[in-house]
């Protein structure tokens, strides 16, 4: 199967990435190394091409009264210039991605925008759902990443970096800030789409941008001494944060609340979304399993599908698992009985047929210092 490129796949080659197949994506696993790249972002700041990720723009002249069905969260808790992270479920509130969704309010012609990031390995399935539970003709969907770059520039040092080179302030945007902007220094170019969002744990911000003005960024930043990091890094900087990977932490068997998602589920709002009901009844009757964090004793890595127990009984399974580059030692993510669930109980885990220690824990092992 031919793989997908990106529109920055030449600069690849240029920093030696080493290359992987990433939902149908041929993408950069590692440039310079994967702890290298990791401390760069926890650091200073660091560079990563997210162009594999879905675009998806929603305008109309009130977009949000018509998809607010496919969300449990409130729409309307959110104004134009902020976004807010969500879930598209099904009828039976099993997650179909997790998403954010950017608020930009009017745009040309008085019609009004919402844009939507998604997943790489869900995009199809977002774009079927959304297309099959739409009859309203008052919207438009359409792929906003046609002729674009997306970007995600992440770590302490992002916005000044960002700012040096666009010569424009973002400092009036709050985090999960977002905006269309020409920038005067490159007047040649349309609007450019920036966010104050990322998936690392750190400040970092995002940024949609024509092909060339991308090119324009990422030698910008490289001659600055910004590393390029690949998917590897990504990975690892975002389990330290706890955030949810879709495919190991969140699929459409998953539900919001046993994930720890409850909080984006606004049930008091009274609106109907798809898997309401679902999630209706599992909110008054419980969960069975909940998503922890676990800290691992001694140095072996706890991989996906490694069996939790307790006394020789299986309680769960490890979703995700690595070596902490910031805490220097090996941290998971898995569902567990929610019997089990307590922070600082002890459990074991099996990796290799032999069992280990580990400590249950909050998901988030890092966060960063303001």
């Known amino acids: ?54 675009v998806i723009s929603i305008k109309g002249t009130n977009p949000k009264e018509i998809i607010q069905k496919f969300f449990p969260t409130n729409l309307y808790s959110i104004n134009k210039g ?3 992270y969500s879930l ?10 997790d ?102 744990g750190e400040e970092g ?7 060339e003005l991308s090119v324009n960024l990422w030698d910008f930043l490289l001659t600055k001494g910004v590393l390029p990091c690949g998917l590897g890094s990504r990975d690892t900087l975002r389990l330290e944060a706890g955030m949810h990977l879709y495919g190991q932490e969140l699929n459409e068997k998953t539900n919001p609340y046993e994930a720890g998602l409850g909080w984006v589920v606004h049930l008091e709002n009274q609106h109907d ?9 599992i909110s008054l009757n419980g969960i069975k399993r909940k998503l922890v964090g676990i800290e691992v004793l001694g140095k072996a890595i706890a991989r996906t599908d490694c069996e939790i127990l307790v006394e020789n009984k299986k309680i769960g399974s490890i979703t995700s698992g690595s070596w902490s580059p910031t805490l220097k030692k090996p941290i998971a993510l898995g569902y567990i009985d929610i019997n089990y669930a307590t922070i600082n109980s002890e459990v074991d885990l099996k990796i290799r047929g032999k069992l280990f220690k580990g400590i249950i824990s909050k998901r988030a092992f890092y966060k960063k210092i303001d």
């Open 1 to 54: 199967m031919k793989l997908f490129k990106s529109p920055l796949y030449k600069k690849y080659n240029d920093s030696k990435a080493k290359l992987v197949d990433f939902a149908g994506w041929e993408m950069p696993i590692t440039f310079s190394g994967l702890v290298q790249e990791h401390e760069a972002v926890r650091n200073t700041a660091g560079l990563f091409d997210i162009s594999h990720m879905g």
């Open 82 to 84: 902020q976004s807010c």
């Open 88 to 97: 598209l479920l099904n009828n039976d509130g099993g997650i179909i991605d």
């Open 99 to 200: 998403l954010i969704i950017y608020d930009l309010g009017l745009q040309e012609n008085d019609i009004s925008e919402i844009v939507l990031i998604v997943n790489a390995s869900r995009y199809e399935a977002d774009l079927e759902w959304l297309n099959k539970n739409l009859s309203n003709n008052k919207i438009t969907i359409s792929n906003a990443k046609i002729g674009n770059s997306l970007l995600a520039l992440q770590g302490k040092k992002a916005y000044d970096y960002f700012e040096e080179w666009s010569g424009y302030s973002i400092k009036h945007l709050h985090n999960f800030g977002c905006e269309y902007k020409i920038l005067k220094k490159f007047p040649d170019y349309k609007k450019i789409f920036i966010s104050k969002t990322g998936y690392t």
């Open 205 to 211: 911000i995002e940024i949609l941008l024509p092909k």
């Open 273 to 281: 979304f798809f898997g309401r009901k679902a999630l209706e009844k």
